[in-house]
């Protein structure tokens, strides 16, 4: 059988993987709002080549060392910064192909070093226009999946978290365009998950000022807001990285009241993850004098509503959890009086 590398620039009518950057590179450039049916089928064509080169066709399996070459010639050309600028006038196909394309290249390792993550760091617009692509339902999707294969990258997941584009995904989440909003809360929580030691690091940094800003995602009038940002919430606090991001959040009566609100949402679905975050105030062997006020001054109420609180659902570990908490609110004695001096 011809070697993968082969047949691709035997169809592309290439010698090189070089040539194949830069004539796909070239096909990109002379794109325009005025462009022929033909030169968008060009583009077509020499981004469905580059994508057999990474992910190979058929049974053919891709091979990594071309693979590698075509990502380094890639990144020599101007190829990364011309599809994410021109994304908007491919067609349906070509904008899925090319940010399969674009995400291998960003991934691409070679001998220790990534040559796509060098690039995204020498051009700094390249985020920025693909976080603004979910301005645009076209292409949004398309533009969330190049993003979130970018912060793979821990260096740049950094300059994301700690740049003005973070602030802007709380109002991402909420838009009226639900596919949209939905990718965006995925890149969200990307952010927020996978570089552990950098995220605990921003969380105990800008502390304040995000959980300003998430208490508002609990409150959303969008019930999928509020599931969605509940649940990372619950993740958040879980994560043993954490520990001291959680200790400081189920310390603050506001938090804890929001969350005694949260239980009797009307979505059965909220209220049993609000559960899962309440249950770590309750849990809290060092409980503050604001939050053991707060629980006893609403003690037979929570022992009454927790009592038949989803009795239907078929979850041992819940049920467990759920003795545990009451057990441990039915011992909670008021805090002692501070006497005057």
């Given amino acids: 059988m011809a070697g993968l590398l082969e047949k691709v620039l035997h169809k592309s009518k290439s010698r090189s993987p070089q040539e194949l950057v830069l004539k796909t590179d070239n096909s990109i450039k002379k794109l325009s709002l005025n462009c022929s049916d033909h030169q968008v089928e060009d583009v077509a064509r020499n981004l469905a080549l580059m994508k057999v080169v990474f992910f190979g066709e058929g049974d053919v399996e891709p091979s990594k060392e071309h693979a590698i070459e075509l990502a380094r010639q890639a990144c020599r050309s101007n190829f990364l910064s011309q599809v994410v600028q021109k994304l908007a006038l491919l067609d349906f196909e070509s904008r899925k192909d090319a940010a399969q394309v674009c995400g291998a290249i960003v991934r691409m390792e070679a001998q220790g070093e990534y040559p796509g993550v060098r690039y995204v760091h020498e051009h700094p617009e390249i985020v920025p226009t693909l976080f603004a692509g979910y301005d645009n339902p076209a292409i949004a999707l398309n533009c969330g ?72 995602l609990l409150e959303s009038s969008n019930y999928v807001t509020r599931r969605q940002s509940l649940k990372l919430l619950g993740e958040l606090l879980l994560d043993r990285a954490n520990v001291k991001v959680m200790m400081r959040y189920v310390s603050d009566a506001y938090n804890l009241r929001q969350m005694m609100l949260l239980l009797k949402d009307s979505s059965r679905s909220i209220q049993f993850e609000a559960f899962h975050v309440f249950k770590v105030f309750v849990a809290n062997p060092n409980k503050p004098k604001p939050i053991v006020e707060i629980l006893t001054g609403n003690q037979e109420k929570l022992l009454k509503y927790l009592t ?34």
């Fill in 145 to 216: 999946s190049m993003l979130r294969d970018c912060i793979r990258d821990e260096s740049i997941a950094r300059l994301v978290l700690e740049g003005p584009l973070f602030a802007e995904f709380f109002h991402k989440v909420e838009v009226t365009n639900f596919e949209v909003a939905s990718d965006a809360f995925t890149t969200f929580k990307d952010l927020l998950t996978r570089h552990k030691a950098l995220v605990v690091n921003f969380l105990m940094t800008r502390y304040e000022e995000f959980f300003q800003q998430y208490s508002k």
């Fill in 308 to 341: 038949n609180f989803h009795t239907d659902k078929d979850d041992e570990q819940f049920k467990e959890e759920k003795v545990v908490i009451i057990k441990e609110i039915q011992a909670l004695r008021p805090p002692t009086p501070t006497l005057p001096q």
